[in-house]
């Protein structure tokens, strides 16, 4: 079975441009979730959506950062300019809204911003 | 506000010993709390799991104990191996894995042969 899948698996921009992040949760899950990690801050919830619909999105650090879940197989986080203390690994990780299971996490894109 | 505390911030064991990593939380309401497990240019994966209701769970080599007056859990990791040499982060949430969850800052584990 196919995991989470990311894209791009890493990325380097410089500041001031847009970058787009994309992410396929597993087929069958229905809960969606972005998360971004440093060393400083450790792994940090961005937001996340049940059934497509955004839940909680209190953990997107400026309007700068946008996400959307169109359908049930595709999200896409956006960077509106980008700034070098962007620069991260971010994480998409997907389960069953039902519970009982855990998050499963894609392997993650690299972000630096230059 | 930091509402998971994970100590400590790396651990060296030998191989066969005990490695243990302790977290703290600060929310009552938290009643899931999950191990993840992260090798390096991976993502974090599920390791084990527990819920309040029990004080200890084990899943072969790997234990959670569960101090819920507390406010205390931590891993146990029995006849460590150097594969098991990764960064391992504690979380806890409420409702379970499928709500938002709060991440300790993580332990660096090192597993000499």
């Known amino acids: 079975d196919a995991g989470v899948i990311q894209s791009p698996r890493h990325e380097v921009t410089e500041m001031g441009q847009e970058v787009t992040l994309r992410c396929k949760p597993i087929s069958g899950h229905n809960s969606l979730f972005w998360y971004r990690q440093t060393m400083m801050r450790g792994l940090e919830l961005l937001i996340y959506f049940n059934n497509n619909v955004p839940i909680d999105d209190s953990g997107m650090p400026e309007d700068r950062f946008s996400a959307k879940m169109p359908n049930a197989s595709f999200s896409t986080l956006k960077i509106q300019p980008s700034e070098p203390r962007d620069s991260a690994v971010y994480f998409c990780?997907?389960?069953?809204?039902?519970?009982?299971?855990?998050?499963?996490f894609g392997p993650g894109t690299r972000l630096t911003v230059l | 506000q930091q509402q998971v505390k994970q100590s400590p911030q790396s651990l060296i064991v030998q191989k066969g010993g005990i490695s243990i990593i302790n977290c703290a939380y600060e929310n009552t309401a938290f009643d899931y709390f999950p191990w993840y497990q992260q090798f390096p240019g991976k993502g974090p994966a599920l390791l084990i799991a527990i819920r309040p209701d029990v004080s200890e769970k084990k899943e072969g080599r790997f234990t959670i104990s569960f101090n819920k007056s507390a406010k205390q859990f931590s891993l146990h990791i029995m006849d460590s191996q150097p594969g098991d040499s990764a960064t391992y982060f504690c979380?806890?949430?409420?409702?379970?894995?499928?709500?938002?969850?709060?991440f300790g800052k993580g332990t660096l584990l090192t597993v000499n042969p």
């Open positions: 990780a997907s389960t069953l809204l039902a519970g009982g299971d855990t998050q499963y």
């Open positions: 979380a806890a949430s409420k409702g379970g894995s499928n709500y938002k969850l709060t």
